[in-house]
T-cell receptor, first 113, second 110 residues
Framework: NAGVTQTPKFQVLKTGQSMTLQCAQD?????MYWYRQDPGMGLRLIYY???????DKGEVPNGYNVSRLNKREFSLRLESAAPSQTSVYFC????????????FGPGTRLTVL | ELKVEQNPLFLSMQEGKNYTIYCNYS?????LYWYRQDPGKSLESLFV?????AVKQEGRLMASLDTKARLSTLHITAAVHDLSATYFC??????????FGTGTSLTVIP
C-alpha cells in the first residue's frame, strides 16, 4: 500500500501561471482533504470532499478549485498563481467514519515568483 | 469558526524530564486528534480521542481529552531526543472540517 501519494513534490511557478496538484489514495477512504501549511500558522483546510461526488470549501478556498475525480483521486488547481500561494500543500484522506484519523501525503512545496 | 490554541508554541526540555502540551478549542467537539511532524516531513497520526475522559498512551506520550473544559493535553514522560518534533492537535467540527492548532515545536536536549 502506497497510502496517500502527491505529485509533484516541488514546483516553481511565475505569477499568473496555472497548475494542478494531484493526490491519490489506495486505502478506500471516503473523505479527502487539501491543506496548506505556512510557518507559524499550522495547517489550514482549503477544500475537502466528504465522499465521492461532493466537495466543500474549507477555511481558505479563495484562489483554488478542486475536483474529486473518483474515490481515489482528489486534485487541487491554482488557476492564476499568486505569491501569497507560496506554501507547502498536503493532501490527506480519512475513512469518514467515527474513527476519522487523517493520513497525509508527503506534501508539495510550491513557490510562486 | 472553530479556534484551536496550543501552548507552548516552543518547548525546549532536557532528556528525562516531564512536560505537558495543552490544546484548547473554542466550540463543542468530541473528536480530537494529535499528530507529529518531523522537519521537512509529513504528518503522522499519534492519537484519536473520541469522548470525554478519553486517555490514550503510546510509549512516553499520553493524550487526554476533557470535552467540558474543551481541553486536550499531550503529556511527555522522561523525554528522549527521538521525541524532538512538532506536535499538532486538530479538532473536528460537527461536519467534516478539521481545525489545526499552530503546533508545538519540541526540542529535547541531551
Amino acid at each position: 500500500n502506497a497510502g496517500v501519494t502527491q505529485t509533484p513534490k516541488f514546483q516553481v511557478l511565475k505569477t499568473g501561471q496555472s497548475m494542478t496538484l494531484q493526490c491519490a489514495q489506495d486505502m478506500n477512504h471516503n473523505s479527502m482533504y487539501w491543506y496548506r501549511q505556512d510557518p507559524g500558522m499550522g495547517l489550514r483546510l482549503i477544500y475537502y470532499s466528504a465522499s465521492e461526488g461532493t466537495t466543500d470549501k474549507g477555511e481558505v478556498p479563495n484562489g483554488y478549485n478542486v475536483s474529486r475525480l473518483n474515490k481515489r483521486e482528489f486534485s487541487l488547481r491554482l488557476e492564476s498563481a499568486a505569491p501569497s500561494q507560496t506554501s507547502v500543500y498536503f493532501c490527506a484522506s480519512s475513512s469518514g467514519t467515527t474513527y476519522n484519523e487523517q493520513f497525509f501525503g508527503p506534501g508539495t512545496r510550491l513557490t510562486v515568483l | 469558526e472553530l479556534k484551536v490554541e496550543q501552548n507552548p508554541l516552543f518547548l525546549s526540555m532536557q532528556e528525562g524530564k516531564n512536560y505537558t502540551i495543552y490544546c484548547n478549542y473554542s466550540t463543542t467537539s468530541d473528536r480530537l486528534y494529535w499528530y507529529r511532524q518531523d522537519p521537512g516531513k509529513s504528518l503522522e497520526s499519534l492519537f484519536v480521542l473520541l469522548s470525554n475522559g478519553a486517555v490514550k498512551q503510546e510509549g512516553r506520550l499520553m493524550a487526554s481529552l476533557d470535552t467540558k473544559a474543551r481541553l486536550s493535553t499531550l503529556h511527555i514522560t522522561a523525554a528522549v531526543h527521538d521525541l524532538s518534533a512538532t506536535y499538532f492537535c486538530a479538532v473536528q467540527d460537527t461536519g467534516n472540517q478539521f481545525y489545526f492548532g499552530t503546533g508545538t515545536s519540541l526540542t529535547v536536549i541531551p
